[in-house]
């Protein structure tokens, strides 16, 4: 028994000692100490893969920091190397962090392999950093004649919860994969601890979670460098012809930081799809039969081919419409054209993002003379008519509901409902609908403007909406049922509204929308505030400005308002056979010069001081299009770059040269990315077009629309020459997104950015600029020397000023948004070359530098329904003659060498200031150059106040709330 022992014990010790002597030849393979390859789904064993190359001994000898033992012919392979350009130039990575100085970034697929899809040339999601966090200068790797950038991310910060994400934008690649396909690459987690969720995933889309093959491998990641192999076999949701994006991510329970590395990303048994960057659709200048001075660029015309809609209003075009707006969301955005005509929709339509639909818009009197309502809707759906994407727009269209009656009603969805934000909904009648629009969106930025209606039930639902709704000339009365149908009488419809319907607004949980010229006519209750369903708790306040309710038991109901904010109105009329207006919450409804007709209860201020004040300030303007009449195309026709990979602004001039030799014109930018790296400039008659109304950008995952990803003017400042160069007389610019690639944040904490010149200017008499859109900008548009120019919808992620107006006669600017906060949006980050998802950071850079009005020298200036999150100053005006009405700003900088330690909404510096419906959060109303005399200002502010110059003489260098 003995001798049998001692003889199992000697097989067991050979067998331990041989297992020890092959762990010491693999040892050298690992990357370092707690390292190991990961295998996921059909992976059934380690080692290659069918079709894969034995790993590079050398590399991962480096990796794991082991000296590398080179025989004579690896030395000879390595002098070899040295003929190509450096892998890696920079030799600044994180504390524990090595790679292989043969991995770079590259996008090509050589031998049926692409080699690192996360392009940095346009995407740098994982940035190369050094050992404090603080990134380094990129360094362009030059391999096969394509550049990219290695790239690391350190110390990543949280932002509800999510502290890694990358992909790569749709066109940094494209390829096709086959189930043999494999996925492969290293990644370095410093502390796999603090790690809940770790997924990967490929995708088809664009967008975040749609047609994509996803992984899991949380659990078997460990701290350090970590071998992930990933085999296709099955494609999920992917459309593996269409491979386009790649993404890792990480999900954390906890705020915390970590450090994280990705190299040597393959994707094997792939073939490339090349995609040629030509456009082939072509657009077409249309122009409204009723008013031949009103003109579009349409994509697609429903009533050609391929769809032919029947324009009867006999057969649906439900269908033909969803499809002609898929095909130009595709192509980047654009209008769909429905010529006038009758229209049958018997299903509901969702506007994708970056598209309009676009009718020929008659203004309901002139509807009335002949029957002929222009592009005619037939809704014979009783769910939501038309349902609004991101940065989605209607205009030009009657929407009638065949089926309704007042002898048997019918209550029908909404017409529009929007719940995403830059919706735009403007030149609509509605004539016999029984509930209008509902916009809910935490922040909505929509726009609805010259709508018309007869509105059975509910005009408008605005919930859950900040930072800001702009609701301008709307007229919703009993009077339009009746214009299409002289059956209908006015008196029938209110007497019926009367009787069945509810509000005309309904709301809660809105910061700051913003109403202007309103018309609520026949409703039970006219405004409705209600308690908020928001689960932080903020109450609404808003502000209304000429807004008329009419034939209603209650005029405006408060059952609560934002603290210390209340509501404020002006020159309204509110009338109510019950109440005119009822406050049941502990805030102030504040009006000034309004005519109340009815009873009031609570708290309720009317003002009507003998001043300048009580005088209604003048908001309307018009502006119109240039009268050149031929369109340029500057893709189809010039060849400009539209994916962004080369200069486009060659080629953008040579199309406005062409327009100013033939008088005048559109020069149209189809749906894409453009990049100027040199000025372009706009001459009289011209017009510089985008794809789609609505402010564009970014929506999701990806840009949208019409985007400039400006490389020019860097190190300059609001003084020098501008990027687009709006100089001729009646000339203009629309629809476009204009975004800084090389000036978004560099890392957490860190508020600086590089200058830059203007990126619009405008100089020309009469010409204006409308749905803009600006992602880290420095200095946004300037107005100089000139006259009459009108801005409308300009919005975005502004560092230094917004709108600077210097030596300008008659200036309107109308419904201007900053909100510092937008370029973290996933979208932006797909362009720029730094990666952050840190908000609080790209707030608080605008907050340290950011003014969003500069005036100069100027008069006649208008700035209306306007509003600006965290920035350090709102309006800076000297010697300049201003009217304001419905201003807002919130969370402004604190001025740190002030004995107040707070900056002003408006900052004075001689002239005048009228101002009225002022909203402010944590800063003061108005500060004047004490060292001045020669100025005057007239202010109305949500704290109830009425600031006649020299009522605070004593301290007029300081008004506080």
Known sequence: ML??????????????????????????????????EVETESETEQGTASGETEPDTEKETERSGEPAKETEKQTEKQTEKQTEPPADPLDVMPAGVTRTPEAVARTTVKDGVLTDPCNMETANYITQSNATGTPVPFTPVIRDGVVGKCKVYENVPTRNGWFFRTWTPEGEFHVSLTKESELSFWIFVSDIRKISDARIELGSSPDIDKLEKEWQFYGQLKTGWNHVRLKMDSFGSLNPESVCRFRIFFFSTTVTQVTLALDDLQITHATEVVEKAERTEVAQLVFNPYDHGVYHVVAKDLTQEPYLADKTGKKDISQLLTRAMSDVAETGGGI?????????????????????????????????????????????????????????????????????????????????????????????????????????SAHGVSTLKNIRGTVLNQALEVTYAAEVETFEDLDFSPDYWGMYDSSVSREQVLAFMKEKSTYGLYSWGCEGSIYSNVVFDGYKTGIFMDVTQRSDGAQTYASFFEVKVRNSETGARFAACYTQMGNLMAHCEISGTVNSIVNESKETINCLACTLDGPTSGIVSV??????????PDVSYTYSYPEGKKLYDAAVDFGADF????????????????AKENGGGVVYLPGGCYLLSKPVTVYANTVLMGASYATTGCAGSRSIGTTILADYGKGGSVQDDAMIRVSGTHSGISSLCVLYPNNGLRAVNDLTFDNYAPAISMTGQGCFAEFIQFYSTANALV????SDVSLFRLCGQ????????????????????????????????????????????????????????????????R???????????????????????NIYSSRMMKDVGGSDGKFALIQMSGGSVLSVNNFVKLAYFIQCDTQKDAYSYWVYNNAGQILPTGEYASNRSKIVP
């Open 3 to 36: 001798r049998k022992g001692m003889a199992w014990l000697l097989v067991l010790l050979l067998v331990l000692s041989l297992l020890a002597a092959c762990g010491s030849k693999t040892e050298s393979g690992d990357r370092e100490s707690g390292t190991r």
């Open 336 to 440: 769909v054209y429905l010529p006038a005509g009758q229209y049958l929709l018997t299903s509901p339509v969702s506007v994708p993002s970056g598209v309009t639909v676009l009718g020929d818009y008659r203004a309901p009197e002139d509807a009335a003379t002949d029957g002929d309502w222009g592009t005619l809707i037939l809704a014979k759906t009783s769910s939501n008519l038309f349902t609004m994407a991101q940065s989605s727009c209607v205009t030009g269209v009657s929407v009638y509901y065949p089926d309704q009656s007042l002898a048997l009603s019918r209550n029908y969805g909404y017409v529009f409902k929007a719940t995403q934000s830059h919706c735009t909904v403007m030149d609509v009648n509605l004539i016999n609908a029984s509930k209008g629009f509902s916009v809910t």
């Open 863 to 885: 700035i209306l329904n306007s509003f600006a999150y965290r920035p350090q100053k709102f309006l800076v005006c000297s010697d300049s003659d201003i009217v304001c009405v």
């Open 798 to 861: 502004v560092y230094k000023s917004c709108v600077t107006v210097q030596n300008a006669h008659n200036v309107v600017a109308d419904a201007i948004l900053t909100n510092g906060g937008g370029q973290t949006t996933d979208a932006y980050r797909t362009y720029s070359p730094f990666w952050t998802m840190d908000t609080a950071t790209a707030l608080e850079l605008c907050r340290t530098n950011e003014t969003v009005f500069i005036v100069e020298g100027s008069d006649s200036v």
């Open 643 to 658: 994916t962004g990979k080369t200069d486009a602004s060659e080629a953008i001039q040579a199309a406005l040269d062409a």
């Open 783 to 786: 107005v100089k020397d000139t």
């Open 607 to 616: 003002q009507t001081p003998a001043s300048k004040l009580y005088e209604k």
